[in-house]
Structures are given as C-alpha cells and as structure tokens.
DNA sequence: GCGTGATCATGA
DNA sequence: TCATGATCACGC
C-alpha cells in the first residue's frame, strides 16, 4: 500500500478497516493468517502497518514519518477493555545527561498516536477477529501530567542506579519491564556508584488502565 | 545487541 | 484471574 499523503487520507484509510474480520484484510491484502500469535507477536500490527501504508523498517521514528502519528494495534476484548499492556519505546538506561520529559523520547513517541483496536478475545481463531473504530490521540494536559510523573519516577531510579530495583507495580499509567528476546539478554547500565554493569533491556509499556481511559474517552462506550 | 512489532505464560 | 516477567520474529 501506498504512503497516506495526508492525517486525513490515514484516518479515513483505517476508517474503513473497523468491521473488517483480520482474515478479510489479509485476503485483500494476500499475507498469509498464522493459526496463532506465538510465534508471531507482532503480526497483527505489521498487518496493520502494511495495509495502511506505514514505511516499513525498524527505524527508530513514527510509522508515518512524514505525518508524525505512530501507530498503535490495541487488542481488546469484546467489553472494549485493553488485553494487554502498550509497549512504547526501549528505554535508555544510559546517556541520559539533560534528558527531561520534555525531550524525552517516550513523549515524542507518543505526541500524535493512531489507536486501531482489535477485538481479540483469546479463543476466537486470528482470522474472525474483528478491527474496531480507530482513533488519532494525543495526550491532553492531564494524560500527559500522568505519563510525565511516572516517566521521571522510573528516569530517577535509573540514573541512580536502582534499574534492577523497577518492578512492573511501579508508576500510575506506564510501567518499565523486561523487553529483550529472553531473560539472558544484556545491555550496559550504571549501579550506584556510577560503575557500569550489564544488566536486561527494559522498555516502557502503558498499562491497562491508560489505554483503558483512552478507549472510554474516545469511544463513549461502558 | 538494538529497535521494530507485540503477546505469551506462569506465579501470586 | 491477571499483571509481571519472559519470550518470539525480523532486519541489520
């Protein structure tokens, strides 16, 4: 599929994939349906990614470049709440002299989100799942507030050297957990005398309870 | 290993 | 039951 030219061509694309089943979007699309998720977790939003004409890659920079809006796959059950939580970014756990909220990567990264929900209850096969009615977000001031406070709750404890110490319970509305192809995996952190140790790669991931909010706010339902 | 896309699966 | 910690695939 082509690159959308305008916010308005993307929304009106994704637009018309809510009541579509995820095995017609394929068909159409010609990409095979995999039987489950397990061995391809991410396949549903490369799917999506594909069909509407995100630039493919793994570049560190929002799926539509030129319109600066990310998107995101939601899986929800049929109540429209969030199965599962919203990975966002890797976070750094070094480099992070003058970093702030502010120009912070995760707030880039969520400035302007494109939601796609997908009704996915557990049982029903990946072909009879059904898209829901997307939506362009950005954070209002409050969204932010909260996003912004457990960022720095998680920077701080980072940069003093407690990485190991985050645990999935900490922050409100975004959490810091494992995010790396098995628990083996390492990158370089700082401990608490500024001394470099490896330790496992996090990212920063939306609980369920943000996106939760946000399905509520934007689609008035419940 | 890192960053993209996430969901799986088990312990509490 | 469900959130946390673990894991899967791919390009480079």
């Known amino acids: 599929m082509n690159i959308p030219q305008t916010e308005h061509e993307l929304i009106e694309r994704a637009q018309n994939l809510a009541g579509l089943t995820l095995g017609d979007i394929a068909q159409q699309a ?10 391809n977790k991410g396949w549903i939003g490369l799917l999506l990614e594909h ?16 319109l600066g809006i990310e998107l995101k796959s939601l899986p929800i059950n049929e109540q429209a709440k969030p199965l599962e939580t919203t990975f966002v970014s890797v976070a750094p756990l070094t480099g992070l002299v003058g970093i ?13 989100v494109l939601w796609v929900p997908v009704i996915s209850p557990k049982d029903q096969p990946i072909t009879q799942r059904v898209v829901g009615t997307p939506f362009l977000w950005s ?10 406070q457990d960022w720095q709750e998680l920077t701080d404890m980072i940069v003093l050297g407690n990485v190991e110490n ?3 319970k900490h922050g409100q509305v975004m959490q810091l957990r494992p995010k790396a192809a098995n628990s083996q995996a390492k990158t370089q ?10 330790t496992l790669p996090r990212g920063f991931y939306l609980k369920i309870n943000f996106t939760h909010m946000l399905l509520h706010k934007y689609l008035r339902i419940n």
Do not use: C
């Open 30 to 39: 010609g990409i095979e349906v995999p039987k489950n998720l397990t061995r």
């Open 100 to 112: 702030n909220w502010h120009n912070s990567y995760v707030r880039k990264k969520l400035a302007k």
């Open 139 to 148: 954070p209002s001031a409050e969204e932010e507030a909260l996003l912004a």
């Open 189 to 198: 952190a700082y401990d608490r005398h500024g001394k470099p140790f490896m």
């Open 51 to 66: 069909v509407l004409g995100a630039s493919a890659g793994s570049r560190p920079e929002p799926d539509f470049p030129n």
């Open 166 to 168: 985050i645990q999935g």
